[in-house]
């Protein structure tokens, strides 16, 4: 579970979001939303450490963060950032399988049955077994994009943050790494997603936080969000809901006639 107390984020002295107050449960897929620039990727990182805030408080499973051990906190939570670090010559399992750094101690390397196991695993619910003697470097966005996922999953943390892990990939691949994600969810994982499609959002997240005007808006189911006036607010232009055929309900911008 994931629990945040009025917490205020800024980078420098520019205030980006104030007074955050709320709480995940376990097992539940959060979407992240608002516009370019209002904090979500700050907000990730706050949450497992990586940015200081000026004031409030973040509890991992009661205990909090802020006290908490760089050890500690990567047993509890795994953040997603999809930047290209690695070294030319890692294949797809070495990157994978730096996941475990979390589980080892500094002074050993190898591999114990347990490292084994869930890198298999995690390379397994991402379809990338396969590719497992492949360069990394070789891959595709969206094999790229499977490889990351993986290894937020072999670090076997019970909470992931990804910041939008569907960014640049065709509707076949995103919708494929969203299902994933909602499985994991499903299997008590505690997910956190930053999310620019809205509706591709809606179609998995079990609730939507949004960010506008330096603030959280709210975090409701996606109808209830959808059918509200905080999207206006969040992006500065008209939203138009639209009811499907299988009752969900999906937002554009509003054109003029």
Known sequence: MIEIRHLDLAIGKRRLVGDISVTIPRGE????????????TTFLRSLCGLHSVPTGRV????????????HARAHKVAYLATDDLFDD??????VIASGRYAHR???????????????????DAVRMTPFAGRRFTTLSSGERQRVWIAM???????????????????????????????????AGTTILCAIHDLNEAAAFADRMLLFGCERMLTCAPPDELLAGDHLQSAYGIAMQPIMLANGQLRVFPARKA
């Not at 010559?89 to 070495?94: E, F, K, P, T």
């Not at 101690?105 to 390379?123: F, G, H």
């Open 89 to 94: 010559a890692l294949l797809v399992r070495d």
């Open 105 to 123: 101690v500094w002074w050993r390397w190898d591999e114990s049955p347990d490292d084994r196991a869930a890198i298999e695993a995690a390379m």
């Open 59 to 70: 509890y991992l499973d009661g205990e909090d963060l802020s006290v908490m051990s760089i």
């Open 152 to 186: 937020a999953l072999a670090q076997e943390a019970p909470i992931l943050l990804l910041d939008e892990p569907t960014g640049h990939l065709d509707v076949r691949v995103a919708d494929a790494i969203l299902t994933l994600l909602r499985e994991r969810s499903r």
């Open 29 to 40: 897929f959060v979407a992240l939303l608002g516009p370019n620039g209002v904090g979500k």
